[in-house]
């Protein structure tokens, strides 16, 4: 990591069979191709880039670990089914939509500091037990609080969620964690707060 790497060609059709885990965070890379030769691949690591496009990452069935922190990305469109995946960091791009998520055992998400104002496709990641919208646009103008609702309904293993800095955390004030509890009661803590009996009374 921390090189000038701005292109990944030489990987594409590199050998590498047991290749588990990379590293090219802190670079310059501004695309995320395929790296199909990889097919042991575990870990993968490139935040502090300039990623502004995941199309054409293609399927990854062994990937566990995907760090795409502080990069450009605004869409998740081209990240395909990553069926093994346990862990993906998105903190500190431009997502305004969770679209092409899909990531069926994927048990922690961290879209901290987006620009996200809704948690549609949410459903792409159903056995998540911790989520970080921190720092986004969800706000309290729906009277329904649908966003919200969606994390009982689609996220229904969710055990820790991390929602301070969006103007609906801010508008609930005090009692925000009371609030996502009526809505997400399988919830044990939010914003690393451990929700008690009383709570939930």
Request: aromatic letters at 2%; proline letters at 4%.
């Amino acid at each position: 990591d921390n090189n000038q790497v701005n292109d990944l060609a030489c990987l594409q059709d590199a050998e590498l069979p047991w290749c588990q885990r990379i590293n090219l965070s802190s670079n310059k890379l501004k695309a995320l191709p395929s790296l199909g030769a990889l097919q042991r691949l575990r870990f993968a690591y490139f935040g502090s880039n300039e990623i502004e496009s995941l199309e054409g990452f293609g399927s990854h069935p062994v990937l566990e670990e995907l760090d795409l922190q502080e990069n450009k990305l605004s869409s998740l469109k081209g990240l395909g089914c990553l069926e093994s995946l346990r862990r993906l960091v998105l903190t500190g791009n431009q997502l305004t939509s969770l679209e092409g998520l899909d990531t069926p055992a994927l048990k922690h998400l961290d879209v901290a500091k987006n620009q996200l104002a809704a948690l549609e496709h949410l459903a792409g990641a159903p056995e998540c037990r911790v989520l970080d919208i921190s720092g986004n646009q969800l706000n309290s103008e729906d009277p329904e609080m649908k966003e919200l609702l969606r994390l009982g309904t689609e996220t229904p293993m969710l055990q820790e969620l991390r929602i301070a800095g969006n103007p609906v955390a801010d508008g609930f004030g005090d009692s925000c964690k009371i609030e996502v509890l009526v809505r997400a009661a399988q919830l044990l803590r939010v914003d690393d707060e451990e929700l008690t009996v009383e709570d939930r009374e």
